[in-house]
């Protein structure tokens, strides 16, 4: 019988590139609610609540999702799923805290590359220690050779940071809490991928993720209001746009779940970091073209060939492994 020959991937990487966009615009609207409103934590807060509400009600409209929620009683029970998994909740938080701390002071370009960086790394560790659902996988020399090249990429993008360090010293440590966010997030996605499976639901689980960050940025506001903290009670109510962040990284994950059948999860993953890291520099050059530094722009390109090197595969599919168990 003949084989049904590929379908077209052309358009479907460009929808993948298009959704990859919508993280640094993400990362832009956080910011500015942050700077408008006066706090970090209410931004994150904004984000976070908005986004937990439209995931919530999905997850009890959806069939599936109301299964999910039958089942979370048991899960918790039997241990299906380690209680400390809810801190996965937090690291979303922290994410949306460090969009919110860095942009302004780094810039979308940086932030997108060091936590394209370390999210790419941290994978590469959760593949050896076997973190993820899909168990422990071969570290190839293909894989530490996009590994160096996104040291190198992060390294000279990194370079233009001293430049902005002359404005704004906190520079340096707003990249610092990029890379941070990156790493974690590495994890996080094995954390909620892991969720899901227990619970049969993916929106269930990002329901519960969602809701563990809203009572962590919570926890957060509490304690800071009460110490006195400054940069703790906004200011300044949001503006009606302030309230998009949530959504779109919502966008951003649906859009991710529907082209996995279409595009496999590795080309599915270059589509999506081509945008954010094409998207994040096209954008820092059209709002402050002038604070982008040669080293930023070669940055980035080094670290998107290096996400080429460490993730393609012919087809954009796995190549079989041989041996005991497949491994």
């Known amino acids: 019988m003949p084989q ?39 931004a994150a807060l904004l984000s976070q609540g908005t986004a937990l509400a439209i995931v919530l009600l999905a997850s009890v409209l959806l069939p599936s999702g109301r299964r999910g929620w039958a089942r979370v009683p048991a899960v918790w029970n039997e241990r299906s799923v380690p209680r400390w998994f809810l801190l996965s909740g937090l690291v979303g938080a922290f994410y949306i805290v460090a969009q919110a701390l860095s942009v302004g002071t780094i810039g979308l370009a940086l932030f ?38 996104l040291v190198v990429g992060a390294a000279v993008a990194a370079a233009g940071t001293g430049l902005r360090a002359r404005d704004d010293p906190s520079a340096w440590w707003g990249l610092a809490v990029a890379a941070a966010a990156g790493l974690f997030i590495s994890f996080q996605q094995s954390m909620n991928s892991r969720a899901g499976i227990a619970y049969g639901a993916t929106s269930t689980a990002t329901a519960v993720n969602y809701a563990a960050g809203v009572l962590g940025v919570l926890a957060a506001f509490g304690v800071g209001a009460a110490l006195g903290a400054p940069g703790v009670v906004p200011e300044h109510g949001p503006a009606w746009w302030h309230l998009l962040g949530g959504p779109l990284g919502i966008m951003f994950v649906v859009v991710g779940v529907t082209l996995v059948p279409r595009l496999g999860s590795l080309l599915l993953g270059i589509g999506l970091v081509t945008g954010q890291l094409l998207g994040s520099l096209l954008l820092d050059l059209a709002l402050a073209p002038g604070d982008v530094a040669a080293t930023e722009v070669g940055g980035t390109l080094i670290t998107l060939l290096a996400v080429f090197v460490a993730s393609w595969q012919p087809g954009g599919h796995p190549r079989p492994r041989r041996g005991p168990g497949g491994r």
Request: glycine share 10%; charged share 10%.
């Open 4 to 42: 049904r020959p590929p379908a077209p991937t052309t358009v479907p990487l460009l929808v993948a590139a298009g959704a990859g966009i919508l993280m640094p615009i993400q990362a832009l609207v956080t910011a500015a609610a942050a700077a408008s409103m006066g706090s970090v934590l209410a």
């Open 112 to 149: 997108a590359v060091a936590v394209v960086a370390t999210r790419t790394l941290g994978s590469i560790v959760i593949d050896v220690v076997g973190f993820s659902p899909a168990g422990r996988r071969r570290v190839t020399r293909q894989r530490l050779a996009g590994a160096g090249l």
